[in-house]
Nanobody, 124 residues
């Protein structure tokens, strides 16, 4: 069974940076595409970023391009989300997701496995 455990969230001032991590366990990590989603209070969950099984291709929400970077280390079974120039509107619970498959397009969904999430709070 796939398990996802996120870490790295916290409180940061506007303009600051955070790096989120998500550790994958249960199956060969390199067979799964990975993604980050977020949900702010009172809002629906939204796509943030995704990466292919090999790390060779990625996708970002248009509003986040240039500030966020997704990466993965298949040797460590971990996917990362580097978040720079954070804004108060980035405040949300960030959740890692996984789905089996080797496709390199249409990375935004669907996803089968979800972590518990990590809170990111950006103060103004």
């Amino acid at each position: 069974q796939v398990q996802l455990v996120e870490s790295g969230g916290g409180l940061v001032q506007a303009g600051g940076s955070l790096r989120l991590s998500c550790v994958f366990s249960g199956w060969p990590f390199s067979n799964y595409r990975m993604a980050w989603f977020r949900q702010a209070p009172g809002k629906e969950r939204e796509f943030v970023s995704a990466i292919t099984y090999s790390g060779g291709n990625s996708d970002y929400a248009d509003s986040l391009k240039g500030r966020f970077t997704i990466s993965r280390d298949n040797a460590k079974n971990t996917v990362y989300l580097q978040m720079n120039s954070l804004k108060p509107e980035d405040t949300a619970v960030y959740t890692c997701a996984a789905s089996y498959g080797l496709r390199t397009t249409n990375l935004r969904g669907p996803y089968d496995y979800w972590g518990q999430g990590t809170q990111v709070t950006v103060s103004s």
